[in-house]
């Protein structure tokens, strides 16, 4: 392998060295492999934990060949590994589904954060505390907070930014919501006029639209990308179906297909990321930007003794929370989180830490946007990074043991 000044070895690449192996006598070959078939009957009944485990070494070996190359890299220019903000801040990257999009594992999401009930002070003061702790992902769209969420907080680095907005609700006229190529190419000019940005990294279809042709979206979005608008384009609340309709439309007539779709996903709402995105990541590559991990606040146990008037369920507007919170589902919901509560003191980190920590650790999640309204808040959700490291497959079937809702694939079911 050719790099810069020299060539490098395998072993200084990869981090392991070329050593030839001993012969192996035959009755070694077979006590070899009787261990191995001892050990193959014990993993059927290990089961999805051994997959877990796999997974999590192939992620931890990938990781580290990555970094033993950046460092190869950084040396040759007389840098360090430790002049990346990655090092520097702790923060871990993913790529954006099979993209090569690198994006921080926790966004900052703007339904709350650019929402009305904070200042724009605030908001740009969160937006800062994010980027300097290694946040690069900023979520925003077309309708938050009649359009307060997409401000010009932006405007420094913008290359060490992914910003991305959502399309679909743009205002009261007929022309002004869906997904018509009209509505998509006006609401991302109009989103990139109150950015004041050139571009978006990721333009997302908040919502499917019966009202318009498959083609006719995934051509819109394959101009507005052309046209140097957006790098790229996702889904948001769309079905497994529908991406996939995407993903063929734009095979069909080499035109560009969606990377990413945002789904909601926390304790109480598992099956579409669980079950249906990481069969779309591994057969077209749809990675899965995921919102609402506390449930609303639910889980935090915000709402345990009542709806607080300082709470977002309290707030005009937001009726449907308050009465999700007050049902009969939202009462055993609560009761769920309470018992994760105590699991969460066990490890020394608080519920919304574990909850959070608890999302990323699936399969196919690139990054969780997180929505939060003070510094306070958004600290403690930033130090579920340091909680990811005890997602264990054993911590894992615990909570799946107390939540008792874990979703079972197809090929589970058919077994």
């Not at 790099?3 to 070899?32: D, H, I, N, Q």
């Not at 007389?78 to 099979?98: E, H």
């Not at 571009?199 to 006719?216: H, Q």
């Not at 990377?259 to 995105?277: I, P």
């Amino acid at each position: 392998v050719w790099a810069g000044k020299g060539r490098f070895s395998v072993g200084e690449l990869y981090g392991f060295s070329k050593k030839s192996k001993p012969m192996v006598s035959m009755p070694e070959v077979c006590e070899r492999s009787s261990a191995r078939a001892r050990g193959n009957e014990a993993a059927k009944g290990r089961g999805s934990d051994a997959g877990i485990l796999a997974g999590q070494i192939l992620e931890a070996a990938r990781r580290l060949m990555e970094r033993r190359r950046l460092e190869l890299f950084l040396r040759e220019v007389n840098l360090s590994i430790t002049d990346t903000v990655a090092d520097q801040t702790n923060m871990p990257y993913r790529n954006l589904g099979k993209s090569g999009l690198r994006v921080s594992c926790l966004g900052l999401g703007t339904w709350v954060t650019f929402g009305s009930q904070i200042s724009d002070e605030m908001a740009e003061n969160l937006v800062t505390i994010a980027y300097d702790n290694g946040v690069n992902l900023f979520d925003t769209a077309e309708i938050y907070a009649s359009g307060r969420s997409v401000t010009p907080h932006f405007q420094h680095w913008r290359s060490s930014f992914v910003v991305t907005t959502k399309i679909y609700w743009g205002g009261q006229a007929e022309t002004e919501r869906g997904l018509s190529r009209k509505h998509i190419v006006e609401g991302l000019r109009a989103s990139l006029s109150r950015l004041q940005m050139e571009y978006v990294d990721i333009v997302f279809a908040n919502r499917s639209d019966l009202n318009t042709p498959m083609e006719e979206v995934v051509r819109a979005m394959t101009f507005v990308i052309d046209q140097g608008m957006a790098m790229y384009w996702g889904t948001s609340r769309w079905s497994a179906m529908e991406i996939m309709e995407a993903y063929s439309v734009a095979r069909q007539f080499n035109l560009i297909p969606p990377v990413c779709e945002q789904a909601e996903y926390h304790y109480f709402q598992r099956d579409k990321v669980e079950v249906q995105l990481p069969e779309l990541y591994h057969k077209i590559g749809v990675g899965a930007m995921t919102w609402s991990p506390l449930a609303c606040g639910l889980i935090t146990g915000k709402y345990s003794d009542g709806v607080p008037d300082t709470s977002r369920a309290a707030l005009k507007g937001y009726q449907w929370l308050k009465e999700k919170v007050q049902s009969e589902e939202g009462r055993r919901q609560m009761e769920k989180a309470r018992e994760l509560h105590l699991l969460a003191d066990r490890l020394g980190c608080t519920p919304a830490q574990l909850a959070i920590a608890w999302c990323l650790r699936s399969e196919g999640v690139s990054a969780v946007l997180l929505g939060v309204s003070s510094a306070e808040q958004l600290l403690e959700n930033l130090g579920s990074i340091r909680v990811l490291s005890l997602m264990t497959p054993q911590m894992v079937f615990e909570i799946d043991s107390l939540l008792g809702n874990r979703p079972h694939s197809k090929k589970e079911t058919r077994t």
